[in-house]
Nanobody
C-alpha cells in the first residue's frame, strides 16, 4: 500500500509562486512515474505535469514556462514549482503515483487559490 501526502498549497496573489510537495510511502517511488493533476470547481480533473522514473518530464501547454515538475528519489518526493500564478490556476492539486504494470495511487489533494 502506498500513501501520498501533498503539501504546500495556500492562498497567493496573481503573479506569485508556490511550491507543492508530495511525499510517498513505501519502496516503489523510484520506479514509478509521478504526476500532478488539478481539478477546478465544476471542471474535470486534468494533468498538469508528469515525470517518468528516469526523470523525463512533460507539462501541459497551459503551464509551460511557469510550472516545473521535479523529483527527489532519495526523499520519495515529487515537487511542483509554480511561478507567475494566475487566477485560473485555482484548483485542488493532486499527486499521482503510477507504478509499472500496477494500479495508480492518488493523494488527497492540496488547495491552491490565486486571488487578490
Amino acid at each position: 500500500q502506498v500513501h501520498l501526502v501533498e503539501s504546500g498549497g495556500g492562498l497567493v496573489q496573481p503573479g506569485g509562486s508556490l511550491r507543492l510537495s508530495c511525499v510517498a510511502s513505501g519502496s516503489i517511488f523510484s520506479i514509478s512515474a509521478m504526476g500532478w493533476y488539478r481539478q477546478a470547481p465544476g471542471k474535470q480533473r486534468e494533468l498538469v505535469a508528469s515525470v517518468t522514473s528516469g526523470g523525463n518530464s512533460n507539462h501541459a501547454d497551459s503551464v509551460k514556462g511557469r510550472f516545473t515538475i521535479s523529483r527527489d528519489n532519495a526523499k520519495n518526493t515529487v515537487f511542483l514549482q509554480m511561478n507567475s500564478l494566475k487566477p485560473e490556476d485555482t484548483a485542488v492539486y493532486y499527486c499521482r503515483l503510477q507504478p509499472p504494470l500496477s494500479m495508480a495511487y492518488w493523494g488527497n489533494g492540496t488547495l491552491v487559490t490565486v486571488s487578490s
